[in-house]
């Protein structure tokens, strides 16, 4: 697989290492792809990739697994790794509508969570994802395996800062519900879950940031019954997020004639 130039726009995401992460790489076609490698050892789920990356016409090389590992500059490459164009930097006026389902993480820095939490958002049906140009990790090969193909599927803007989205936001009249362990309202009674929102997540133990916090319009804690006080930042996007989906679900289903 021939070296993939570096591109001076996007968000990166140009290695993308494992099964699932190439799969959905190769099904969205949202990407030009530049070459897949797979281990001449790889299992029958290699395969899948193989016919995949022919029939879209991609360049397949069979290789050693050394040649993947070295190539998707992380351990767990299930040996398939492709090669692409970076992910789009979508504006952040072009996430906004009225039914707008959007996650902002602040200062999330291990890149498996930032993975974790874009697969999770995606899949609780998110439409979009912001993210800090500085402070919080960035779409690297681990990070792009985490996310098992949701940066495939979601818009995702960059931002110069969390808070200020938010102001632009606001002014779009979606609102924003920071999650804080001492947030005063519940999660499961939040009133605008049904409405425009964006879900924002803080730091790996540090939580939200103060200017973030100040510009939430509601903050939400997660009820918890042990002795620990807060949960991994992807554990508790997976429960955010899938609470919103729930009572959206159940919203639409209550507007639905018939």
Not at 24 to 36: M, P
Not at 128 to 156: C, N, Q
Not at 174 to 191: A, C, Q, R
Not at 206 to 229: F, N
Request: with cysteine.
């Amino acid at each position: 697989m021939s070296a993939a130039r570096r591109t001076t726009s996007g968000l990166g995401g140009e290695i993308v290492p494992g099964r699932q992460a190439v799969r959905e790489l190769l099904i969205a076609k949202r990407r030009k792809v530049h070459g897949v490698m797979i281990a001449r050892d790889a299992n029958d789920r290699g395969d899948e990739i193989l016919e995949l990356a022919r029939a879209a016409g991609i360049e397949v090389q069979m290789v050693k697994r050394e040649d993947v590992a070295r190539e998707a500059r992380i351990e767990t490459h299930q040996g398939i790794v492709a090669r692409a164009e970076a992910v789009a930097d979508v504006p952040l006026d072009q996430i906004t509508s009225p039914q707008a389902f959007l996650v902002a993480l602040d200062g999330v820095t291990d890149p498996r969570n930032l993975g974790a939490v874009l697969r999770t958002a995606e899949v609780a049906g998110a439409t979009g994802a912001i993210l800090a140009r500085h402070g919080g990790a960035t779409l690297s090969p681990a990070a792009i395996k985490s996310a098992a193909g949701a940066v495939e599927h979601l818009s995702i803007s960059l931002v110069s800062g969390i808070a200020g989205a938010l102001e632009n936001l606001r002014r779009a009249n979606i609102w924003s519900v920071g999650l804080d362990h001492e947030g005063p309202t519940s999660i499961y009674d939040l009133t605008v879950a049904t409405g425009p929102v964006v879900l924002v997540l803080g730091a790996e133990g540090a939580g939200l940031a103060r200017l973030t916090r100040e510009r939430c319009d509601i903050l939400a804690a997660i009820p918890t019954h042990g002795s620990i006080e807060s949960l991994n930042v992807s554990a508790a996007a997976a429960i955010a997020c899938f609470e919103l989906a729930r009572r959206r679900s159940a919203d639409n289903l209550k507007s639905t004639p018939g």
